[in-house]
């Protein structure tokens, strides 16, 4: 399937979104999330449970450019906890760390185990962020400085060597046995969601001829944020470097919210300018985080799919 055969306007365009797991696919539909993960012994398992989010309490977090921060950050915790769910079923075939042990023994409540494990995760996986596609950035891009007098030049260095680095990370772990399987799971989501907003039958047979890109995939989002950071930071030129790193951490909220509502124009539209801002982060997905799924890890995101679906077809349609 071609890039260019994805850009286009489903019948029924879904809020749904998913994630892909350790053998399993997490779903959000408009009031509860589901986990299916197939299991050791091949059946499927699934978790159903209400969204309780604050996006679904408070209406102004719902705004727009306020809703892509919120939701992004809302995407890590439900993200991190369905991943960490998802390792449970396969915990016998890897040694447990003795941060997890240590946790485990000193919180016999099971639940504020997982909590502080969850809470940890993601601190770290932030610190990650920082360093990696922060701090190294800005630093190489210093060494410029002495030939480079602009700072829009400057910036843009800066934006290009992030994006090299982050596909040189996805690329790599791309190539590995495990994260395979799980851009396979990724391609059961996306065609998944394609047949759902095709209004078919969600069968094997039917989400099979489905493309494993899709236009509103967090793949793109990630992307489309790290373009839009070289626009948005262009305007404050090249400070010290610690000016430069409050910059980037006080303006990541404004950079999420900007790119989520582009990100959101481009999946409902099939103009030429859709197709070429989507064309990127489409490109990734076909480049490094999708593969193309067999038929028992379709059935897994047809069971997460199904466990989201509500009666009226309504409440899940975008706004």
Known sequence: MKIKDVNRVPKHMTTIGG????????MKGPKDIAIAVRKPNKEIEVKKEALDTPST???????PFIRGVVGLVEAMVIGTKSLMYSAEFIEEEYEKSKFEEY????????????????????????????????????????????????????NLIEGLIRIIIFLIYVT?????????????????????IHCYEAEEELTVENVKKYPILHPRCGTSFLF??????????????????????????????????ISYEINRLIGRSNSKLAYMLSYPGLGLQKLATTREPDAEQIEVAIAALKGVLVDDKEADIWK
């Open 172 to 192: 790599a772990i791309s190539k590995m046995e495990d994260v395979a399987r799980v851009f396979e799971y990724h391609g059961a989501e996306h065609k998944t």
């Open 103 to 154: 946790v485990e023994n000193k919180y016999k409540d099971k639940k504020k185990a997982e909590n502080l494990e969850m809470f940890f995760t993601l601190l770290l996986s932030l610190l990650v962020v920082v360093v990696v596609f922060m701090m190294i950035p800005t630093f190489l891009t210093n060494l410029f400085k002495k030939v480079v007098d602009s700072p829009i030049l400057l």
């Open 224 to 257: 489309m944020v790290m373009i839009v950071s070289i626009l948005v930071l262009s305007f404050f030129g090249w400070p010290s470097p610690l000016k430069r790193f409050l910059v980037r951490i006080l303006m990541l909220p404004v950079i999420a919210g």
């Open 19 to 26: 994630q892909a797991l350790i053998e399993g696919v997490m």
């Open 57 to 63: 309490k408070h209406k102004f977090l719902r705004l």
